[in-house]
């Protein structure tokens, strides 16, 4: 791989992990929603990866269909016929881990990237007195 194929690649992967960051932000900010008779609650946002010959690149972003937190609570007006209210199915602990690794994989990318930019610097000093 070349020295612009490994800064291609970086960059790829700190576009990639900076969206997997914000829909991290975006599922935790919207953990607390509750379905309503108009509409449903939520759903957990999950970023897919893919690769291609130039680094990372962003398949899809697809709702997580599993089941929405069903709490009982009679009194709230959005309850259903069992007395059962439907929240959001994000977990804010796997999301505070989720978000930790993309943190990390990002941060990885900045210190390839640099080293790459580093070895440029490095190439095009060398013929310099």
Known sequence: MSINGALRASASGLFAERMRMDTIASNIANANSISTPD???????IVLLTSDENGVKIDQILPDQSRLRAVPEPDNPFADEDGMVYYSNVNPIIEMVDLM??????????????SAKGMMRAAMNIGKV
Do not use: H, S
């Open 39 to 45: 509409q449903e609650a939520f759903r957990r946002q």
């Open 101 to 114: 690794t993309a943190t990390r994989t990002y941060e990885a990318n900045v210190a390839a990237f640099n």
